[in-house]
T-cell receptor, first 112, second 114 residues
């Protein structure tokens, strides 16, 4: 599986936008980009995913570079509840994408 | 829906003991997986199943057994516990539908082996 690179940690202030970057220079044409987050002492939860186009949902937006070698998860207004570890994960399309490979992710701290 | 449930929440074992971690989901998902998470690390896949009666190994399967007799349940068995298996264990499920990419995770079981 192609690997992703994320900063170890980032800090934000409450009610400000947060841009979480992810590099995936070896991404293949069939790899989807998934983002999950893990709140303290909880299991991971799905945030968003995309293939080529930018995506929006109620939780966040996903901006994908034109060459797909990087992507950015955007939280439009951070809240204290958004403090978590955010994982950027690649998985191929089709049946095998139930096998997710988690890196260490980015620890997001949100300051009040 | 209860989603994905795991029992127990906490467990302490002595080296050499065996036990079963329970996982159940009520979403009729075909795919189920077990992950472990060591301190400060991401999750690693232990075993997975694509349907009742079908299981396969993930990245770190040694020391663990699984079976899938029903769609709802996917228990993880530790055969002879070792301190290296001290970890937090997460179960996950996902629909097989091509349009569904979201995996649902349980709350985890925190296991300590002394």
């Amino acid at each position: 599986d192609a690997k992703t690179t994320q900063p170890n940690s980032m800090e934000s202030n409450e009610e400000e936008p947060v841009h979480l970057p992810c590099n995936h220079s070896t991404i293949s044409g069939t790899d989807y980009i998934h983002w999950y987050r893990q709140l303290p002492s909880q299991g991971p939860e799905y945030v968003i995913h995309g293939l080529t186009s930018n995506v929006n949902n109620r939780m966040a937006s996903l901006a994908i570079a034109e060459d797909r070698k990087s992507s950015t998860l955007i939280l439009h207004r951070a809240t204290l509840r958004d403090a978590a570890v955010y994982y950027c994960i690649l998985s191929s399309s089709g049946g095998s994408n139930y096998k997710l490979t988690f890196g260490k992710g980015t620890l997001l701290t949100v300051n009040p | 829906n209860a989603g994905v449930t795991q029992t127990p929440k906490f467990q302490v074992l002595k080296t050499g003991q065996s036990m079963t971690l329970q996982c159940a989901q009520d979403m009729n998902h075909e795919y189920m997986s077990w992950y472990r998470q060591d301190p400060g690390m991401g999750l690693r896949l232990i075993h997975y199943s694509v349907g009742a009666g079908i299981t396969d190994q993930g990245e770190v399967p040694n020391g663990y057994n699984v079976s899938r007799s029903t769609t709802e349940d996917f228990p993880l068995r530790l055969l002879s516990a070792a301190p290296s298996q001290t970890s937090v264990y997460f179960c996950a499920s996902r629909s097989r539908a091509a349009s569904s990419y979201e995996q649902y995770f349980g709350p985890g079981t925190r296991l300590t082996v002394t």
